[in-house]
Protein backbone atom coordinates (compact mmCIF):
# COMPACT_ATOMS: atom_id res chain seq x y z
CA UNK A 1 0.00 0.00 0.00
CA UNK A 2 0.78 3.25 -0.38
CA UNK A 3 -0.04 6.45 1.28
CA UNK A 4 0.55 9.83 -0.03
CA UNK A 5 0.19 13.17 1.91
CA UNK A 6 1.85 16.63 1.99
CA UNK A 7 -0.19 18.53 -0.44
CA UNK A 8 -1.67 21.57 0.52
CA UNK A 9 -3.00 25.65 -0.69
CA UNK A 10 0.60 27.52 -1.33
CA UNK A 11 1.39 30.58 -3.29
CA UNK A 12 3.39 30.56 -7.00
CA UNK A 13 7.13 30.70 -5.59
CA UNK A 14 6.62 29.04 -2.38
CA UNK A 15 7.86 25.20 -2.21
CA UNK A 16 6.00 22.13 -0.38
CA UNK A 17 7.65 18.38 0.18
CA UNK A 18 5.02 15.51 -0.63
CA UNK A 19 5.75 12.73 1.24
CA UNK A 20 4.46 9.11 0.63
CA UNK A 21 4.67 6.00 2.61
CA UNK A 22 4.83 2.21 1.61
CA UNK A 23 4.04 -0.93 3.11
CA UNK A 24 5.77 -4.61 3.10
CA UNK A 25 9.10 -5.65 3.27
CA UNK A 26 10.38 -5.20 -0.63
CA UNK A 27 10.41 -1.38 -0.72
CA UNK A 28 14.04 -1.18 -1.38
CA UNK A 29 13.86 -3.38 -4.17
CA UNK A 30 10.73 -1.32 -6.03
CA UNK A 31 11.23 1.84 -8.37
CA UNK A 32 9.50 5.09 -7.33
CA UNK A 33 7.37 7.45 -9.56
CA UNK A 34 5.53 10.58 -8.87
CA UNK A 35 2.63 11.24 -11.41
CA UNK A 36 0.00 13.93 -11.38
CA UNK A 37 -3.12 14.96 -12.94
CA UNK A 38 -5.22 18.47 -13.04
CA UNK A 39 -8.62 18.45 -13.81
CA UNK A 40 -8.37 18.96 -17.88
CA UNK A 41 -5.45 16.91 -18.57
CA UNK A 42 -4.38 12.86 -18.45
CA UNK A 43 -2.22 11.78 -15.39
CA UNK A 44 1.67 12.72 -16.23
CA UNK A 45 4.70 11.39 -15.61
CA UNK A 46 6.29 14.02 -12.66
CA UNK A 47 9.58 12.11 -11.13
CA UNK A 48 10.92 8.74 -10.72
CA UNK A 49 13.76 6.82 -8.96
CA UNK A 50 15.39 3.65 -9.74
CA UNK A 51 15.31 0.61 -6.51
CA UNK A 52 19.14 0.32 -8.12
CA UNK A 53 21.52 3.06 -7.79
CA UNK A 54 18.58 5.09 -6.87
CA UNK A 55 19.13 7.84 -10.15
CA UNK A 56 16.57 10.15 -11.07
CA UNK A 57 14.50 11.10 -13.79
CA UNK A 58 11.92 13.85 -14.35
CA UNK A 59 9.99 15.69 -16.39
CA UNK A 60 10.46 18.32 -18.33
CA UNK A 61 8.92 21.32 -16.94
CA UNK A 62 10.13 20.12 -13.43
CA UNK A 63 13.48 19.86 -13.86
CA UNK A 64 15.86 22.10 -11.46
CA UNK A 65 12.74 22.56 -9.14
CA UNK A 66 11.86 19.15 -8.39
CA UNK A 67 13.52 16.87 -6.28
CA UNK A 68 12.64 13.25 -5.56
CA UNK A 69 14.04 11.15 -2.99
CA UNK A 70 14.17 7.85 -1.08
CA UNK A 71 14.15 6.31 2.32
CA UNK A 72 14.29 2.60 2.40
CA UNK A 73 14.85 2.55 5.92
CA UNK A 74 11.67 4.23 6.62
CA UNK A 75 10.22 3.17 3.74
CA UNK A 76 9.62 6.58 2.17
CA UNK A 77 9.68 8.46 -1.16
CA UNK A 78 9.49 12.05 -1.20
CA UNK A 79 9.24 14.75 -3.94
CA UNK A 80 10.21 18.37 -2.36
CA UNK A 81 8.56 21.16 -4.93
CA UNK A 82 10.39 24.56 -4.88
CA UNK A 83 9.52 27.57 -7.17
CA UNK A 84 5.84 26.21 -7.49
CA UNK A 85 3.92 27.45 -10.41
CA UNK A 86 -0.36 27.90 -10.90
CA UNK A 87 0.58 25.42 -13.67
CA UNK A 88 1.81 22.39 -11.26
CA UNK A 89 -1.63 22.21 -9.51
CA UNK A 90 -2.54 19.03 -9.79
CA UNK A 91 -3.59 15.92 -7.50
CA UNK A 92 -0.03 14.00 -7.13
CA UNK A 93 0.20 10.26 -7.29
CA UNK A 94 3.45 8.05 -5.73
CA UNK A 95 3.80 4.93 -7.82
CA UNK A 96 5.68 1.69 -6.95
CA UNK A 97 7.07 -0.71 -9.42
CA UNK A 98 6.99 -4.56 -9.04
CA UNK A 99 10.05 -5.81 -7.46
CA UNK A 100 13.83 -5.16 -9.18
CA UNK A 101 12.02 -3.49 -12.05
CA UNK A 102 13.66 0.20 -13.65
CA UNK A 103 10.20 2.30 -13.45
CA UNK A 104 9.65 4.50 -16.04
CA UNK A 105 7.81 7.62 -17.75
CA UNK A 106 5.08 5.58 -18.32
CA UNK A 107 1.65 4.67 -15.93
CA UNK A 108 2.22 0.97 -16.86
CA UNK A 109 5.89 0.83 -16.03
CA UNK A 110 4.22 1.32 -11.83
CA UNK A 111 2.11 -2.00 -10.37
CA UNK A 112 1.21 0.06 -7.02
CA UNK A 113 -0.33 3.47 -7.00
CA UNK A 114 -1.54 5.49 -3.89
CA UNK A 115 -4.91 7.46 -3.32
CA UNK A 116 -3.56 11.10 -4.20
CA UNK A 117 -2.80 14.27 -2.56
CA UNK A 118 -3.92 17.56 -3.93
CA UNK A 119 -1.18 20.63 -4.30
CA UNK A 120 -2.74 24.02 -5.43
CA UNK A 121 -0.48 27.05 -6.43
CA UNK A 122 -2.10 30.21 -6.88
CA UNK A 123 -0.84 32.95 -8.48
Known amino acids: QLQACGGGLVQAGDSLRLSCAAS????????MGWFRQSPDKEREFVAG????????FYEDSVKGRFTISRDNARKMVYLRMNSLKPEDTAVYYC??????????????????WGQGTLVTVSS
Open 95 to 112: AATAPVRPGGRGESDYDY
Open 49 to 56: VVWKGGST
Open 24 to 31: GRTFGSRS
